[in-house]
């Protein structure tokens, strides 16, 4: 039998077309294999570069059971390449069973730097990126996406969500709702295409652009969200998350005594955190 292949995590451009390396093109070329989210969508990237590679689809609704007959074929010396719509492959993209699965038969994962809209966006937004968090897509129903939101009010890093053009304008909503008017915010848009914009401004300002002009709201976006500048407190998160939540219905002074006394922590520290998150 050959030698067992290798899996190839190749990104793809987000945008323009140039954005791919040369040595993504020489992988997708020599592979046996590529599978793709969505092979309609590839084979226009692969007929622009003049790869006749053949592809198997790969989605999140046969992962699972695509990884095994992926792995099958490594096992045999096949080289596939995974590829995505647009970025990087298992970045709110499927991928991640079959790289568990590869790591665990003793597969090869060999993975490409490439085009990214996280990255992209942060490198160009004017926010920190000494520390930034990830959190993919909000969920969708508002309960869970509150309480998303709410952890990022002593979130001290940048935070960055994808974010679909027909949800924004909501969540900038949601996100004066929970994090205040006045928190900063980034709208990164259609990165590396030709109306790429970067908007600036507090939530509301930003919510009062989106609203301002029906093309702000179209397109493809990524939305950064500034840490809060005001906080700098020990206090972990769940005992945060806990006086959030008793703030609702309490007077602060009973929140931050009942979760001073579940954390054994100093009330005085818990009343002014309050105070801060209230501000
Ligand atoms: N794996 C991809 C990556 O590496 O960026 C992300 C895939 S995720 C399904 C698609 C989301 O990424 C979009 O809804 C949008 O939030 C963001 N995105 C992708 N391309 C973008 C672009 N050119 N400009 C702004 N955001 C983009």
């Known amino acids: 039998m050959s030698e067992v292949g290798k899996l190839y995590i190749v990104p793809t451009p987000i945008g323009n077309l ?25 084979l226009k990237l692969l007929q622009h570069y003049d790869i006749q590679t053949r592809l198997i689809s790969l989605h999140d609704h046969n992962e699972s059971q695509r990884a095994g007959e992926l ?21 709110s993209d499927p991928g991640y069973s079959l790289v568990t699965q590869c790591r665990a038969a003793q597969v090869d994962v060999i993975p490409l730097p490439g085009a990214c809209a996280v990255t992209t966006a942060l490198c160009a937004a004017g926010l920190p990126t000494d520390r930034f968090r990830f959190e993919g897509f909000l969920p969708v129903k508002m309960q869970a996406k509150h309480h998303v939101l709410s952890n ?4 001290t890093a940048t935070t ?21 008017g006045d928190r900063e915010l980034v709208l990164a848009k259609e990165l590396t295409k030709t109306f790429e914009t970067f908007y600036s401004g507090s939530a509301d300002e930003c919510y009062t652009w ?3 002009d029906p093309n702000h709201q179209r397109g493809e ?4 969200v500034a840490g809060n500048k005001k906080t700098q407190s020990d206090v972990p998160p769940e005992a945060i998350n806990l006086l959030v939540l008793l703030m609702k219905d309490l007077p602060l002074k009973k929140a931050a005594a009942i979760t001073a006394e579940h954390y054994s922590l100093k ?12 501000d």
Not at 18 to 38: G, K, M
Not at 152 to 155: A, K, P, T, V
Not at 221 to 224: A, K
């Open 267 to 278: 009330k005085n520290v818990l009343y002014q955190l309050g105070l801060e998150l209230n």
């Open 18 to 42: 140039a954005d791919i390396t040369q040595r993504a093109l020489t992988i997708l070329a020599d592979v046996d294999l590529i599978a793709a989210e969505d092979t309609r969508h590839s």
């Open 152 to 155: 990022l009010l002593i979130e």
């Open 221 to 224: 976006f990524v939305l950064l």
């Open 160 to 180: 960055v969500f994808y974010e679909s053009p027909r949800r924004v304008a909501q969540t900038v909503q949601d996100i004066i709702a929970v994090l205040g």
């Open 71 to 91: 792995i099958s074929r490594l096992q045999q010396g096949a080289n596939i390449a995974l590829i995505s719509d647009a970025g990087t492959p298992l970045i």
């Open 210 to 212: 989106l609203m301002a």
